[in-house]
Structures are given as structure tokens and as C-alpha cells.
């Protein structure tokens, strides 16, 4: 039996053995997809293991999206320009790289929250793993303006400037204004707000003012399940829509299982029913 996986750390949480599960029913593939617990400091042996085993895949979630690129033999475009990976594709000695998280996250806004983005006013908070493999997609979808700020200002100058400099986004960036800020004195109110910071998963505070929210703008939280629940408050206490993370989760799970399998899942279906298990 062809087996999947999903390193992390933490893991135990993670969603995606059971939506992947739900794809293969669905879809009539035969797999198996488990969780597996990766030690801070063992990635790199972890993934070797794996690669070993026979192992056709993985998913990688934090703290492992940036080494995860690193140890692929090929990537996507979409991966070498987050320089962040989140799905492998393990084809006998060859890892190949890809990163799913921004157009799910594209897909999961515009299809099933029924937002477009084009034109909108974007703010997205956090240059880590997570905002670098979401920056190209939010912006191959047109926004009028994208805002990027950091806690670090540094590591949103350095992903803003790669994604400036990349020649297949020259037409995108002639009609949306790319910028990075840092968290100290961001002015002006945007129609999405996006939290790709660690600052749920840390149970810490939302990093921006809620100034920044337009009324009825969309306040999304990558997290989903309790860890959102934070966020979730403030944007519904300052007039905005809230969502939390799930879509995304099942839209790039649908993107990686494609990759691996050539079949496309029903990810509406699946989310439907994910959110009526989790609620």
C-alpha cells in the first residue's frame, strides 16, 4: 500500500490524515496517511527514512517548511519562490518539492468564502514559512495593494524583494503595489487581513490594530480549531467577517493529493463535512 504522511512538531493535531483518507475514498485510491511527530533536530534523518522506506509522499507543516525545500532534489516554481516547501513528492531517490499553501489558501478565499481578491486591499501578517509559500498566489490573484508586515522587518524586505524581482510576476506587480512594513505604526485599513504569524499557534495577541480592519473585511487566521478561536474573537468584536483556517487546509491538501495521485478530490465536499465534524 502506497504510504503518506505529515511531519510536524507539533503534530498531534493535525487534520490532514483524515481529509486525506476522505480523498482517496472518494476518489477509489488505495493509501495510507499518517501523522508523524519529527524531532526539532531530526528532519533531515526523519525525511531519509522515510525516502528508505518507500514512502511515495509527505506533507510538512511547522516548524520544517524552509528545510523541507532545502532537502528536495527538484521544486515547483511555486516552492522556489517561497523557498519553503510544504508537500513532497518522493519518487525513489528523488525528492521533489512543492508548495500548495498559497493557492489553497487563494482557492479556499475566493470559492468558498466568496471573496475576490482583485482590486482588494490585502494585508498579510507574517514573512515565516507560512507567508513566503502564500505571497505568490495572493498576488498572481491581482490585488490592488499588498501589504506584508513582519515583527522582523528584514525578512519581509528580503521576501518582498525576491517576489519583486521574479520575472513571471512583472505583469501582476504593474498593477498591484507590493510593500513591506514592519508591525510598529502600519497605517491604512485593508478589505483582507490574513495572519500567517505564529501568534495563534502561541496563543499570544493579534499582532496589528484593528484599525486596520475596513468594516465587514475578511479576518483570516491561518489556524483553525481553538488555536483560530483568538483571532476569530477580535475580528467578530471589530466588525469584521472571521474565518479561520480549515478551508485552506483542505484546498492544499486537494493541491498535494493531485500531485501525488493525477486525481482531483472534491475538496468542497470534503470541508462540508470537515467543518460539520469539527463543530
Known amino acids: 500500500m502506497d504510504k503518506y504522511y505529515v511531519l510536524g ?3 498531534a493535531h493535525s487534520k490532514s490524515p ?11 485510491q488505495i493509501l495510507q496517511y499518517e501523522r ?3 524531532p526539532l533536530d531530526g528532519f533531515a534523518a526523519t525525511l531519509a527514512q522515510l525516502v528508505q522506506s518507500g514512502a511515495r509522499g509527505c506533507n510538512v507543516t511547522v516548524p520544517f517548511k524552509f528545510e523541507a525545500f532545502r532537502a528536495s532534489s527538484t521544486q515547483t516554481d511555486r516552492a522556489q519562490l517561497a523557498q519553503a516547501a510544504n508537500t513532497l513528492k518522493l519518487e525513489g531517490s528523488n525528492i521533489h518539492a512543492d508548495n500548495t499553501d498559497g493557492v489553497g489558501l487563494v482557492n479556499d478565499i475566493q470559492n468558498n468564502a466568496g471573496v475576490a481578491l482583485a482590486g482588494r486591499d490585502v494585508l498579510l501578517i507574517g514573512a515565516g514559512g507560512a507567508g513566503a509559500g502564500v505571497l505568490g498566489p495572493l498576488l498572481a490573484a491581482r490585488p490592488r495593494r499588498l501589504v506584508l ?17 521574479h520575472a513571471s510576476l512583472q505583469s ?18 485593508f478589505d483582507v487581513i490574513i495572519n500567517a504569524s505564529a501568534s495563534s499557534l502561541a496563543g499570544a495577541g493579534v499582532p496589528v490594530d484593528s484599525r486596520v480592519l475596513k468594516p465587514g473585511a475578511l479576518a483570516y487566521d491561518m489556524m483553525y480549531g481553538p488555536a483560530a478561536a483568538g483571532f476569530m474573537t477580535w475580528a467578530s468584536e471589530n466588525g469584521a467577517r472571521p474565518r479561520d483556517g480549515l478551508g485552506m487546509l483542505v484546498e492544499q491538501a486537494a493541491e498535494s493529493f493531485e500531485l501525488w495521485r493525477n486525481v482531483r478530490p472534491p475538496s468542497a465536499q470534503v470541508l462540508q463535512e470537515m467543518r460539520a465534524l469539527l463543530t
Open 172 to 189: 501582476v506587480l504593474q498593477k498591484t503595489e507590493l510593500l513591506a512594513h514592519d508591525l510598529q505604526g502600519l497605517e491604512g485599513s
Open 9 to 11: 512538531n507539533p503534530i
Open 149 to 165: 508586515v513582519n515583527r522582523t522587518r528584514a525578512k519581509a524586505d528580503a521576501l518582498v524583494e525576491r517576489h519583486t524581482a
Open 36 to 38: 508523524l511527530l519529527t
Open 18 to 28: 483524515l481529509i486525506h483518507a476522505r480523498f482517496a475514498e472518494l476518489t477509489g
